[in-house]
Structure formats: C-alpha cells, structure tokens
C-alpha cells in the first residue's frame, strides 16, 4: 500500500524527479544513440539529395527519412522502456506473476498508433525542418556559387523534388508493405516485427504521398484556382465574413487560441498516448475507449444497423477516430487518477517546454565568449543538444510518472 503522499497529484514534479534520477543513466544514453543515428541518417540523406540520378536519389532520400522518424519511434519508447523499473505500477504487475515485456513487443505494439499521432498532429515538422537546416548549413555557400554560376540550386528541395509519376509508384510499393505487414499484425501472427513494418510502410506511404500532392499542387494552381468548387468556396466564404455578425473575429480568435490548445493540451497527451502503450495499458479501438460512458449507448444502437450503415459510418468518422481516439483514451486514464493530476501533468509539461527555451538561452550566452564574432556557431550545436536532451529526459520521467501515478490511484481505488 503507498503512502498517501506518494499518491497525491501534487507530489507529480517530485516523483518525476525521483525517476529522472534513478534512471538518468539510460534515458542519457538512449537519447545520445538515437540522435546520433537520427543525425548520421540525415546527413546521409543531405549528400544523397544532390548530384545525378536526381529521381532515383529522391527515392532513396525519402526512404532514409522514413528511416529518420523510425529512429524517433525507437529512441522515444527505448526511453520510456528503460524507466519502468521505477515505477510502482510495473512493479506490483511484476509482484502478481506479469511477464516483464521486452522492448521488441513495446516497440511492435507503439509504432502503428505512434505513426497515427506523428503523421496528424504535424509532428513531422520538426524533421522536415531538421532536414532542411542541414542540407542547407553543409555548404552555406552553395545558394551564392550556384547563382554567380547560373545553376539550379536544391538545397532544402530533397523532400518536396519527386516526380509525381515516381512518387505514385513508390506509393503503391509503400502500400503493399503497409497492407500485408497490417494484416500480420492485425491477426497477431509472426513475425514479431510486423507492427514496425507495417508503420515503415504507412509512413512511407504518406510521404511519398505528400510529394506527389505538393507536386501536383504546385503543377496545377492555376487550374485549382479556377475550378467552380473553389470559386464558389471563397465566394461562400466572402459572404458570410459579409453577412454574418462577428464571422471574422471568432475565426481570428479562433486562430489564435487553437495554436496553444494544440501545444498545451493535445501534444501533451500525444507523448503520454505513446507513454501509456509502451506501459501496456492502452484501448486503441472506440468501443473500449467509451465503455461506461453515455457513448456506449449510441454505439450499441449503431451495432443494430445495417452492416452498408456501419460500413459508411465507419469510413466517414475513421480519420476522426485515428486523430482523437488515442488522445481520449490517454485524458480518460489521466483523469481516471483526478482532475488535478491531468492539470498538474499539464503545467508540468509546459513549464519544461519553456524552461527549455530559456536553458538554451541561458547556455547560449555563456558560452557566447565575451562577444567573440561567429564563436556561435561552434557553441551552439553542442548548448543545443545539452538543453535539448535534459528536457526531454525530464519529459519522460514525467510521463512515466503521470502514466504510474493513474495507474496507482486507480489500483488502490479498485475494491
């Protein structure tokens, strides 16, 4: 039975800090690998996205990213993984007879969902960014020795040059992946590794995609621009900013909120998602997600429809249900442990997020040398990886615990 204390969500920071500590050695070493294999990956990708053979290298340009984010996928549940020793929920699983699962079976079981939450809550940005910045600072003189020399430069372009025609068929290779290593996975069959082929392939899949969609955009925007639909939309649109009382100032406030709403709510139950798979309790599927709320109700009158019904609702609601389903199904396990544990899991989150920013601040001017010109960029990368993997170390203690403490709190309040 654990103390009262240790199940306050008031003392979150300080179990988190506890956790930090205990296991700071391989939450460091984890961190370091996958960036530096997230690193190695990028570059290589840089090199490979000039010179001859342009399509052909583009091909293999986007599959080195795929590899990137799988790199991110394994880095972050490696990171949680190594955690769950010091965790009172895995502990007394452990004291019932529960296997101790290995990191192979975390990391099939993650990928899919993880892939889900990367691919629609924008979290690709940072890699695509990531990419760019360095194609471009490899040769900073490139953009300048191009233009004096009358060449196309393509620094930055690697991710966005594919042929349409190329993009489509390494789209359709993509699909087959996604498709067979799904069904494997699905049916629980061997091998084991189906589920992270299966999101290789997904992910792959969209972002040959995406290329061939900006390509074709980008080939096409004249013609986009003149069809009657899109006529008729900003027409539609016009008119009610016109006609309707206060149209263009909820949007505008709209616009502003809803950008902190995403980084101060629903990143912050993307990571724990991730958290609460690598921890084995986790409902991916809508049915378990509402069980004993007013919900189930509805979904039990849907069962009662026709299967063409079903079948519509299915695919209607299927992109809602991928975005939201994991996000709801982390705030119910949350707040499952309290109101107050979900908010303090919320403030704790965003004050390392900005602490973070002024780490690097605060790191970046002491190691400035009293003004030295240009000694920057030669202190930067390392202040940068320093600041940037001591929050994220935190970051992970702390979903661990937020994921522990629910779990714990639900334990001891089960009859």
Known sequence: MARDWELSPYALPLRALSVWGRCLLPLVIWYAGGHAVRYALLYVSTVLSHGSWYQARLVLVMFLFTLVVMTSLATTVGMLHSVRGALAEIRARRSEGAPDEGILGALNRTALVFAGIYLTWGLLIQDVDAFAQLDVFREPDKVFTDALFNHENTQGLGLVSLDVKVSLIAMAVAYVVRWIFGRIHDQGRAPRVSGMLATFGELAFTFYGLNATL???????????????????????????????????????????????????????????????????????????IRGTPLEVVAVRMNETHSLTRSALARFTG????????????????????????????????????????????????????????????????????????????????????????ATRTREQAP
Request: glycine share 12%; net charge negative; proline share 4%.
């Open 215 to 289: 390509r074709w955009g980008n080939e096409k925007t004249d013609w986009i621009g003149g069809r009657t639909v899109v006529a008729a939309y900003h027409d539609w649109m016009a008119d009610a900013k016109a006609g309707i009382p206060g149209w263009e100032a909820f949007w505008s406030f709209v616009g502003e909120v809803w950008p902190h709403v995403i980084q101060a709510v629903v990143f912050p139950l993307a990571w724990l998602t991730v958290a609460v798979l690598v921890f084995g309790a986790y409902a991916d599927d809508t049915k378990t997600t």
């Open 319 to 406: 992109g809602w249900t991928s975005r939201w389903v994991p996000l709801l199904n982390s705030l119910r396990l949350t707040v499952r442990g309290g109101f107050v544990l979900f908010g303090m899991f919320v403030l704790c989150y965003m004050l390392l997020q900005v602490g973070g920013d002024y780490l690097t601040r605060a790191g970046r001017y002491l190691g400035d040398g009293d003004g030295q010109p240009y000694l920057w960029m030669v202190t930067g990368p390392p202040v940068g990886f320093l600041s940037d993997m001591v929050i994220t170390t935190l970051t992970m203690a702390l979903l661990a615990t937020t994921f522990d403490l629910a």
